[in-house]
């Protein structure tokens, strides 16, 4: 299937100028690279209207079936992609079943077997490492290839996890309490920082909070474990009370001077990977943070954070950003947190409010979200039933997005929304769902030999550095001895092709059998399973199922949420 390059200024076909009049700014100059974010003007949220925080929902509502309309949206804002046959299930329930239902599936642990390496303490490693010039080069390819792995551990988890639900919680919280492995350089870390927010993502926000501040990678990354009582660095103290806890404004410059002499003295103890405390680097000196004053340790500041009215609601805007809209409306984050609050601080408690409330079903509020290049890639692959996709083709793929898993950009996490749409990225995504699509379809359906590895190029299968594609980013699909050798298939060759698309062919039938026998119905029931808004081009009822299901993932629509 040969790929036809869009042009990356043309409108798309049907779309009008009241439509494109009903933009908002942002979305235009997107339009004008060639995406349509279209916001119907009744779809739009009204940024100029004060908000009359009303978030009751009346009875009528709740106990009325969803319908497939309902679930998809339900399940199109917090899970990463869902099979028909699923949201159909979803659709007979009431919005208070369904959420129940929903959030009866979160879990606490991985179902994708960790890698080899995952126990390895940091003594381990040091001893990997060694003392000679040649054993550190040689420890350097290993890290490299763990961290490759870990990228791919964790692709695999999101295509196949039983709890994709589970998956975005711990990916909201990756990108809220950030670490980066370009520089914490510890695959074993950042499993641990990974395994911790699945384990507490949707728990006991204190206990999450509080294991953040203490959290190896953490420590690593924002310079605690530097952090001495002579020179306490301010690196987490601010981040702490800025992006994780509080918020901008909700603090003062001598809170994070403060609150950096409470965090000074901990290293990591090599014999566990935890953190300590070494006391003769510590400042017990007295300080005053957010008002309590004493000889504050790290718990007491956390413990301080927590104390402030704007934690809860903090993060119940978190919330908000993650599953309603861009634009959060403070008078209902205000019931929500004094809710969350009452929970006890329960996780849990607070989705089911945020997914219970009128806001979240609003009308108005529905394709107001654009899809991340994880969302994309994983909620296409998961819709469409492809879980056997090979991880290490996914993870590429989302990479050339522009979302890096464990790389957020900056300590702020991914800027998310319509950022995620430029030039370069709208014809890769394109490019996925109109070519690369179909090599995954086939991929799914092969079955791969133990020790395969790929054979594109690379001069010594030895030493991945040789290959510039593989550096920094590490392409786990190219890496030689990688444990995860079934996520690293070789490319579909023609016979392959020839001989698996009849298969790939049968699983769509399937698939559009599911949709019923009315012509028309079929086509209103696949519009209402992977599109959150009325398309912007004609969707026809072509001759094969490829081209129908084809002409509804190509429409701009299909990038929103």
């Given amino acids: 299937m040969k790929y036809k390059k869009p042009d990356p200024f043309a409108v798309a076909p049907g779309t009008s100028i009241e439509q494109i009049n009903t933009l908002r700014t942002p979305a235009k100059l997107i339009l004008a690279l060639g995406f349509v974010l279209l916001f119907a003007s009744g779809f739009v949220p009204n940024q100029d209207e004060p908000s009359s925080g009303a978030d009751t929902t009346a009875p009528a509502q709740t106990e009325a079936v969803i319908g497939l309309d309902g679930a998809a949206h339900l399940l199109g804002r917090t899970t990463f992609g869902t099979p028909l046959e699923q949201l159909q299930q979803y659709g007979s329930l009431t919005r208070t079943e369904a959420v129940q239902k929903l959030v009866a599936t979160l879990v606490t642990e991985s179902v994708t077997p960790l890698p080899q390496w995952a126990p390895m303490l940091p003594s ?23 961290q490759a792995e870990l990228r791919t551990w964790w692709t695999r988890e999101l295509i196949s996890s039983p ?49 953040v501040a203490r959290d190896p990678a953490m420590a690593i990354y924002l310079d605690t474990r530097r952090s001495t009582r002579e020179k306490p660095n301010e690196n987490f103290a601010r981040e702490l009370l800025e992006l994780y806890g509080l918020g901008e404004g909700n603090y003062t410059e001598d809170d994070v001077k403060e609150a950096a002499r409470a965090f000074s003295g901990y290293r990591i103890d090599a014999r566990t990977g935890s953190l300590k405390m070494i006391r003769r680097r510590h400042d ?38 993650e599953f309603v809209s861009p634009t959060p409306d403070d008078l209902v984050i205000g019931k929500w947190a004094k809710s969350f609050v009452k929970s006890e601080w329960q996780l849990k408690s607070l989705l089911e409010t945020v997914l219970l409330s009128d ?21 296409t692959i ?56 179909q090599e995954i379809s086939i991929l799914s359906m092969m079955k791969f030999n133990p020790g395969q590895v790929t054979d594109r190029a690379n001069p010594d299968p030895q030493d991945p550095e040789m290959d510039p594609e593989m550096d920094p980013e590490m392409d786990p699909e190219m890496t030689p001895g990688m444990s995860m050798a079934r996520e690293m298939p070789k490319r579909v060759n023609r016979r392959d092709r020839r001989r698996l698309l009849p298969a790939v062919a049968k699983k769509y039938r399937q698939m559009w059998s599911q949709l019923g026998d009315d012509a028309m119905a079929r086509m209103s029931k696949l519009q209402s399973w992977l599109l959150p808004l009325e398309p912007v081009g004609e969707i026809k009822d072509s001759p094969t199922i490829q081209a129908r299901l084809g002409s509804v993932l190509l429409d701009p629509t299909y990038q929103l949420k």
Avoid: Y
Avoid at 131 to 145: D, G, N, P, W, Y
């Fill in 124 to 146: 381990d490693v040091a001893k990997k490492r060694g003392k000679t010039e040649e054993t550190r080069k040689a420890f350097q390819r290993e890290s490299r290839r763990w």
């Fill in 163 to 211: 709890s994709p639900l589970t998956e975005r919680l711990v990916l909201m919280w990756h990108g809220h309490f950030t670490s980066e492995m370009r520089k914490v350089r510890s695959a074993q870390a950042m499993l641990r920082q990974n395994q911790m927010f699945r384990r507490l993502g949707s728990g006991d926000f204190r206990k999450l909070l509080h294991e």
């Fill in 284 to 321: 017990s000196g007295e300080k005053t943070v957010l008002g309590t004053t004493g000889p504050l340790g790290a718990k007491d500041v956390v413990d301080a954070v927590l104390a402030q009215p704007a934690c809860p609601r903090w993060i119940s805007r978190r919330f908000w950003i």
């Fill in 359 to 379: 806001a979240f079903w609003s009308q108005q509020n529905r394709g107001s979200l654009v899809k991340s290049p994880v969302d994309l890639v994983i909620g």
């Fill in 382 to 437: 998961r819709s469409l039933q492809l879980e056997k996709a090979p991880a290490g083709q996914s993870l590429r793929i989302i990479g050339r997005l522009g979302q890096q898993l464990f790389d957020p950009p900056n300590v702020a996490g991914w800027p998310g929304g319509e950022q995620w749409i430029d030039a370069t990225t709208l014809l890769e995504r394109r490019r996925f769902l109109s070519a690369e699509l």
